[in-house]
C-alpha cells in the first residue's frame, strides 16, 4: 500500500515527532528514507522537501511524505495511518 501526504512542518519537526507517530523509539534511516516494522509488517517513509507555502508575512515549510507498508491488512494500513495521522496533529487554543 502507497500513501502520498502534504504536510506543512520543518524536517526537525518531522525527525522529532516520527517515533511516537510510528509506535518506535528508534526508526532506521538511510539515504533519507526511514524504515522500521514489527515481523511481516514493514514500512518506508520517504521525506521530500517543497516549495515554502506563503500567506502573507507567514511562511510555511512543507514537504511531501510518501509511505509505503508492506505486510499490513487494511484494518492494520488504517491503525498504523491514525497513529501517524495523531503524531503529527498539533492543538490550538
Known sequence: MQISLEMSLSQEDFLRLLPS?????????????????????????????????????????CHRIDIRLEGHSEDEAATFMARFHRGFQRGGG
Open 21 to 61: 507517530a510510528v509506535d518506535q523509539v528508534v526508526v532506521a534511516e538511510q539515504d533519507g528514507v526511514f524504515r522500521g516494522g514489527d515481523g511481516p509488517r514493514h514500512w518506508e517513509i520517504r521525506l521530500q522537501e517543497l516549495e515554502n507555502r506563503r500567506l502573507g508575512s507567514v511562511v510555511l515549510p
